[in-house]
């Protein structure tokens, strides 16, 4: 089966840029530098990171929301990376993205009826006034909200209502991609369960294609099939959830995964690698592997060489010249049970 | 109250139980939200009754003043005057008294709210539209477009508008300008006032702009595969629409001010039409003997230009409740 999505050495630099009337380039931010994967129609694929590693970047730029400053995005086959006007259209109702902030991603002044069904004005459909009405109705019940709600305005709903209705605003086209970027971490733990379950169903209602954005791993093992971990605009280690979660092989993976907590008191005590030190600033990245400067087993070579992605004997592919044994991850401590 | 209670009562089916919950508590609009908040506020609402009372008295000039058994603001009736040339004061017959001529001032002043209104509304409106589209564009594209157009609204400001408007007022005084569009009279004044007043919308909407097309809603809506224009006029326009009510209804006094000063200078509103400003101008000389000829249409524009500037305070209160004086 071929790919949904094709993501090719994707490139995302933000300039950096001084003066107020005349402003003159003095660096980038490398937000994405450099990222390759494939999303197979109707996996879920997860993308785990610190903040500032590029997640959000790399989901926008495959719903086209950025520009890539290169690389190439195609989805079912076809190059989008450069579609304009209504080819662009075209494909937009085909993939689409639920917000991080249900409070930001909601416009204020607009009624639920009208923001779930603003897809249905945009591409001209379900046009008669009831008709238009029953579909976003519909959807709204799908969703778990009271249809009655149709006149209510954003303000008049808690956190988990709004991502609902980011929910159901993003299905109203039935699309093939759903982009989510980390629906639950504005939301209340308590809230969380019941959005991801809501997230999963519909996926299988609706044979959705989801790439999961979270910097919360165990929510991620919860509901991806494949998992990518990036670090500082690249992919550092991608594979089946089972596998990456097992036996990481990736030191960064290892130490996130490390870092992880579990609720047995008995764990207590346990080794853990927590990694020292801070990001380093995407705009000046470490050179070669940009793990290198607060990588545990780093040598000379992770300096001057850089690792690229390569198949590992457990499964998933992981970009370090030297990476983890099965002894090492026994030490630091990760659980396969998780 | 109600909502206490049920949070406290064991809901049995789990979490989506609370969905139901708003169910009998009607729902507001934001247009519900802001009367509510503005029905407290009596010197506003009161200045309300007042301008909505100056729009009827403009709509219905004619009828009023036939009504009031008042002669017509351009009848002129040279037994009014004493012999040496001085109008008569305040009378039964002549409430507010009459000019020079022996027009009667209250009726004048009545039809003076015409103008006014008009140039206040209608002159308001131009320059907001002109503003709010600009800055919509300005602060959606950002770039060189924004650089341009906010360089162009910089020159704009610095032209000392008084200056000008005699100027034009001199130019355009017997056959206009520009091919006939800047007619002498109410025309120019439009102009004048438009072209003075949209560079302060410009600003207070481009600045907004700016803030709010980083919103996620924006993502949203063009992921969905909306254009510029329709995230611009109905996505980001909306939320606009409360700044702009407010500082349109602080533009317009400033604006029937400025109609005042420029009728007063000579420029626009030309005798026999009736206007404040211009009623002011051609009582100055005789001030000394026929104080009320400057009076009554001070007194109307006074309190036009107070009614409109309360309004707008309390507008502002009511639309923007976080904000305190």
């Given at each position: 089966?071929?790919?949904?999505?094709?993501?090719?050495?994707?490139?995302?630099?933000?300039?950096?840029?001084?003066?107020?009337?005349?402003?003159?380039?003095?660096?980038a931010?490398?937000?994405?530098?450099?990222?390759?994967?494939?999303?197979e129609?109707?996996?879920?694929?997860?993308?785990?990171?610190?903040?500032?590693?590029?997640?959000?970047?790399?989901?926008?730029?495959?719903?086209?929301?950025?520009e890539?400053t290169?690389?190439?995005?195609?989805?079912?086959?076809?190059?989008?990376?450069?579609?304009?006007?209504?080819?662009?259209?075209?494909?937009?109702?085909?993939?689409?993205m639920?917000?991080?902030?249900?409070?930001?991603?909601?416009?204020?002044?607009?009624?639920?009826?009208?923001?779930?069904?603003?897809?249905?004005?945009?591409?001209?459909?379900?046009?008669?006034?009831?008709?238009?009405?029953?579909?976003?109705?519909?959807?709204?019940?799908?969703?778990?909200?009271?249809?009655?709600?149709?006149?209510?305005?954003?303000?008049?709903f808690?956190?988990?209502?709004?991502?609902?209705?980011?929910?159901?605003r993003?299905?109203?086209?039935?699309?093939?991609?759903?982009?989510a970027?980390?629906?639950?971490s504005?939301?209340?733990?308590?809230?969380?369960?019941?959005?991801?379950n809501?997230?999963?169903?519909?996926?299988?209602?609706?044979?959705?294609?989801?790439?999961?954005?979270?910097?919360?791993?165990?929510?991620?093992?919860?509901?991806?099939?494949?998992?990518?971990?990036?670090?500082?605009?690249?992919?550092?280690?991608?594979?089946?959830?089972?596998?990456?979660?097992?036996?990481?092989?990736?030191?960064?993976?290892?130490a996130?995964?490390?870092?992880?907590?579990?609720a047995?008191?008995?764990?207590?005590?346990?080794?853990?690698?927590?990694?020292?030190?801070?990001?380093?600033?995407?705009?000046?990245?470490?050179?070669a592997?940009?793990?290198?400067?607060?990588?545990?087993?780093?040598?000379?070579?992770?300096?001057?060489?850089?690792?690229?992605?390569?198949?590992m004997?457990?499964?998933t592919?992981?970009?370090?010249?030297?990476?983890?044994?099965?002894?090492?991850?026994?030490?630091?401590?990760?659980?396969?049970?998780? | 109250?109600?909502?206490?209670?049920?949070?406290?009562?064991?809901s049995?089916?789990?979490?989506?139980?609370?969905?139901?919950?708003?169910?009998?508590i009607?729902?507001q609009?934001?247009?519900?939200?802001?009367?509510?908040?503005?029905?407290q506020?009596?010197v506003?609402?009161?200045?309300?009754g007042?301008?909505?009372?100056?729009?009827?008295?403009a709509?219905?000039?004619?009828?009023?003043?036939?009504?009031?058994?008042?002669?017509?603001?351009?009848?002129?009736?040279p037994?009014?005057?004493?012999?040496?040339g001085?109008?008569?004061?305040?009378t039964?017959a002549?409430?507010?008294?009459?000019?020079?001529?022996?027009?009667d001032?209250?009726?004048?002043?009545?039809?003076?709210?015409?103008?006014?209104?008009?140039?206040?509304?209608?002159?308001?409106?131009?320059?907001?539209?002109?503003?709010?589209?600009?800055?919509?564009?300005?602060?959606?594209?950002?770039?060189?477009?924004?650089?341009?157009?906010?360089?162009?609204t910089?020159?704009?400001?610095?032209?000392?508008?008084?200056v000008?408007?005699?100027?034009?007022?001199?130019?355009?005084?017997?056959?206009?300008?520009?091919?006939g569009?800047?007619?002498?009279?109410?025309?120019?004044?439009?102009?004048?006032?438009?072209?003075?007043?949209?560079?302060?919308?410009?600003?207070?909407?481009?600045?907004?702009?700016?803030?709010?097309?980083?919103?996620?809603?924006?993502?949203?809506?063009?992921?969905?595969?909306?254009?510029?224009?329709?995230?611009?006029?109905?996505?980001?326009?909306?939320n606009?629409?409360?700044?702009?009510?407010?500082?349109?209804?602080?533009?317009?006094?400033?604006?029937?001010?400025?109609?005042?000063?420029?009728?007063?200078?000579?420029?626009?509103?030309?005798?026999?039409?009736?206007?404040?400003?211009?009623m002011?101008?051609?009582?100055?000389?005789?001030?000394n003997?026929?104080?009320?000829?400057?009076?009554f249409?001070?007194?109307?524009?006074?309190?036009?230009?107070?009614?409109?500037?309360?309004?707008?305070?309390?507008?502002?209160?009511?639309?923007?409740?976080?904000?305190?004086?």
């Amino acid at each position: 089966m071929s790919p949904l999505v094709e993501v090719r050495d994707l490139v995302k630099h933000f300039p950096i840029t001084k003066g107020i009337v005349f402003q003159r380039r003095v660096g980038a931010v490398q937000a994405v530098d450099g990222v390759s994967f494939d999303i197979e129609p109707g996996e879920t694929l997860g993308i785990v990171g610190e903040t500032g590693c590029g997640k959000s970047t790399t989901a926008r730029l495959i719903m086209r929301l950025l520009e890539p400053t290169s690389g190439r995005v195609s989805f079912e086959g076809e190059d989008i990376t450069h579609l304009k006007g209504s080819r662009l259209k075209a494909v937009r109702r085909e993939m689409q993205m639920i917000f991080q902030d249900p409070y930001s991603s909601l416009n204020p002044r607009k009624t639920i009826g009208s923001i779930i069904g603003e897809p249905f004005a945009i591409h001209g459909l379900e046009k008669g006034e009831g008709e238009r009405k029953r579909a976003v109705q519909e959807l709204m019940e799908t969703v778990g909200l009271n249809p009655e709600h149709y006149n209510r305005y954003p303000h008049e709903f808690s956190g988990g209502q709004r991502q609902r209705i980011g929910v159901a605003r993003a299905l109203a086209l039935k699309p093939k991609l759903l982009i989510a970027d980390e629906p639950v971490s504005a939301l209340d733990v308590s809230i969380q369960a019941q959005v991801l379950n809501l997230l999963r169903d519909l996926q299988r209602e609706f044979g959705l294609t989801v790439v999961f954005i979270a910097h919360d791993l165990s929510v991620v093992r919860h509901m991806c099939d494949r998992v990518a971990v990036m670090y500082l605009g690249k992919i550092v280690e991608i594979g089946p959830g089972d596998a990456l979660y097992g036996f990481p092989r990736h030191p960064y993976t290892g130490a996130l995964l490390s870092a992880v907590p579990v609720a047995d008191p008995s764990h207590h005590g346990q080794a853990r690698r927590l990694l020292s030190g801070d990001v380093p600033s995407p705009a000046n990245p470490p050179s070669a592997c940009r793990f290198h400067t607060r990588c545990p087993k780093a040598q000379e070579l992770c300096s001057t060489r850089e690792p690229l992605l390569e198949e590992m004997d457990s499964g998933t592919r992981a970009a370090c010249h030297f990476p983890l044994t099965r002894e090492e991850v026994g030490e630091i401590g990760v659980r396969s049970a998780g | 109250m109600s909502i206490g209670g049920a949070e406290v009562l064991p809901s049995g089916g789990g979490g989506l139980e609370f969905l139901d919950m708003g169910g009998d508590i009607a729902a507001q609009s934001p247009l519900q939200l802001f009367w509510r908040r503005f029905r407290q506020d009596r010197v506003a609402l009161a200045s309300g009754g007042f301008i909505i009372f100056l729009i009827v008295l403009a709509i219905a000039a004619p009828l009023v003043v036939k009504g009031l058994g008042l002669p017509s603001p351009y009848t002129e009736n040279p037994n009014l005057t004493d012999s040496f040339g001085s109008p008569l004061g305040p009378t039964a017959a002549h409430p507010f008294g009459v000019d020079q001529l022996g027009e009667d001032v209250m009726s004048r002043v009545i039809y003076g709210t015409r103008v006014s209104l008009e140039v206040g509304i209608l002159g308001t409106g131009i320059a907001a539209v002109i503003g709010v589209v600009l800055g919509l564009i300005a602060g959606f594209y950002r770039g060189w477009v924004d650089t341009l157009l906010s360089r162009f609204t910089d020159v704009v400001l610095s032209i000392p508008i008084l200056v000008l408007g005699l100027g034009i007022g001199a130019a355009c005084a017997v056959r206009g300008c520009l091919k006939g569009s800047i007619q002498p009279g109410l025309g120019e004044i439009l102009f004048i006032i438009a072209l003075a007043n949209w560079t302060y919308m410009y600003r207070i909407v481009r600045g907004l702009v700016l803030s709010l097309r980083e919103r996620e809603f924006v993502d949203a809506s063009r992921a969905l595969g909306a254009s510029d224009a329709r995230i611009m006029f109905r996505e980001i326009l909306p939320n606009l629409v409360a700044p702009i009510i407010v500082y349109s209804s602080l533009l317009i006094p400033s604006n029937i001010l400025l109609e005042a000063a420029l009728s007063f200078l000579g420029v626009g509103v030309r005798p026999p039409t009736a206007s404040w400003g211009q009623m002011i101008a051609s009582a100055t000389p005789i001030f000394n003997t026929a104080w009320w000829y400057m009076a009554f249409p001070g007194i109307a524009l006074l309190l036009t230009v107070l009614a409109f500037n309360l309004l707008g305070d309390g507008l502002q209160d009511a639309l923007n409740p976080r904000t305190t004086r």
